[in-house]
């Protein structure tokens, strides 16, 4: 079965960098889309950046562009999300998602990690 793994998460400064990894296993890596969401208490997951199966495109949130970077190593089956300029708003639960499609017009996820928990705080 599905099976995906996060790791990373972390206390940081306001400013400071994070970086995320997600190792999945139990299905063809290469031949879907995977994104990360992230979560706060209350609510449910927000999208928050997606890369396509073969890497070709990443698509981000409004809010994380020009600090976020997701990325995918399919030999090792592990997408990546290098997080800069980290500010308290950004403090959540972070999810790897895997998509349903290859190419997808709008990310969507069929399965989650149980999350890495990343905290900006001074």
């Known amino acids: 079965q599905v099976r995906l793994v996060e790791s990373g998460g972390g206390l940081a400064q306001p400013g400071g960098s994070l970086r995320l990894s997600c190792v999945a296993s139990?299905?063809?890596?290469?031949?879907?889309?995977m994104s990360w969401a992230r979560q706060v208490p209350g609510k449910g997951l927000q999208w928050v950046a997606g890369?396509?199966?073969?890497?070709?495109?990443?698509h981000y949130q409004d809010s994380v562009k020009g600090r976020f970077t997701i990325s995918r190593d399919n030999a090792k089956n592990t997408v990546f999300l290098q997080m800069n300029d980290l500010q308290p708003e950004d403090t959540a639960l972070y999810h790897c998602?895997?998509?349903?499609?290859?190419?997808?017009?709008?990310?969507?996820?069929?399965?989650w990690g149980p999350g890495t928990q990343v905290t900006v705080s001074s």
């Open positions: 139990g299905f063809v890596f290469d031949t879907y889309a």
């Open positions: 890369i396509y199966a073969d890497g070709s495109e990443t």
């Open positions: 998602t895997k998509d349903n499609q290859e190419r997808p017009l709008v990310f969507e996820y069929d399965s």
